[in-house]
């Protein structure tokens, strides 16, 4: 994912210690549901989706965040001329900005469809991660001799099987 200098420097002073920039989407100038004056910024972090919208042509900018563990699900609308990013959000109450009033669902519009299949992708492997047990808790030490039960027989297995040689369930 690119990054454009310009709305990295923009969201410096709002990182947080060790926080890492890994991408930026910028809306369309021209288009469905872009802004030909001041187009809003994504910022995508390790830690956060940070939305920079540009006020008084640009003078200055008011700042969404929404950390990755406030997301419930991202949906993505992909157009002829322009795509979409949907964030469900729950529990966020605010009231201005991407999810106004109370909206469980804000919309960010008018972005290139590569773009925004880029965002959308990124914002799902970050909940993939935050839902997907950590390797430490699935498997012992392949070091130490240790071994799998399967969950559906309880046969044991070596470490490293994919199988069970039982009855031949997934063991990961």
Same mark, same amino acid.
């Given at each position: 994912?690119?990054?454009?200098?310009?709305?990295? %420097?923009?969201?410096?002073?709002?990182?947080?210690?060790?926080?890492?920039?890994?991408?930026?989407?910028?809306?369309?100038?021209?288009?469905?549901?872009?802004?030909?004056?001041?187009?809003?910024?994504?910022? $995508?972090?390790? %830690?956060?989706?940070?939305?920079?919208?540009?006020?008084? $042509?640009?003078?200055?900018?008011?700042?969404?965040?929404?950390?990755?563990?406030?997301?419930? #699900?991202?949906?993505?609308?992909?157009?002829?001329? #322009?795509?979409?990013?949907?964030?469900?959000?729950?529990?966020?109450?605010?009231?201005?900005?991407? $999810?106004?009033?109370? %909206?469980?669902?804000?919309?960010?519009?008018?972005?290139?469809?590569?773009?925004?299949?880029?965002?959308?992708?990124?914002?799902?492997? %970050?909940?993939?991660?935050? @839902?997907?047990?950590?390797?430490?808790?699935?498997?012992?030490?392949? @070091?130490?001799?240790?071994?799998?039960?399967?969950?559906?027989?309880?046969?044991? @297995?070596?470490?490293?099987?994919?199988?069970? #040689?039982?009855?031949?369930?997934?063991?990961?």
């Amino acid at each position: 994912m690119k990054i454009d200098p310009t709305d990295a %420097k923009s969201v410096m002073n709002i990182l947080w210690p060790g926080e890492r920039i890994v991408g930026t989407v910028k809306q369309r100038r021209i288009g469905p549901g872009g802004s030909i004056t001041v187009p809003a910024s994504v910022v $995508l972090t390790d %830690k956060r989706v940070l939305i920079v919208n540009r006020a008084t $042509l640009g003078i200055r900018h008011d700042y969404e965040v929404i950390p990755y563990g406030a997301v419930t #699900s991202v949906r993505l609308e992909q157009g002829i001329v #322009s795509s979409s990013v949907f964030i469900r959000v729950l529990g966020y109450d605010t009231d201005k900005g991407l $999810l106004k009033n109370g %909206k469980q669902e804000g919309e960010i519009d008018g972005l290139r469809r590569d773009d925004a299949t880029e965002l959308s992708n990124y914002i799902n492997f %970050k909940l993939g991660q935050r @839902n997907a047990p950590a390797q430490e808790e699935r498997l012992p030490d392949a @070091n130490i001799g240790g071994y799998l039960f399967c969950r559906k027989c309880g046969t044991k @297995n070596p470490v490293g099987s994919n199988f069970c #040689s039982g009855c031949g369930a997934p063991l990961r």
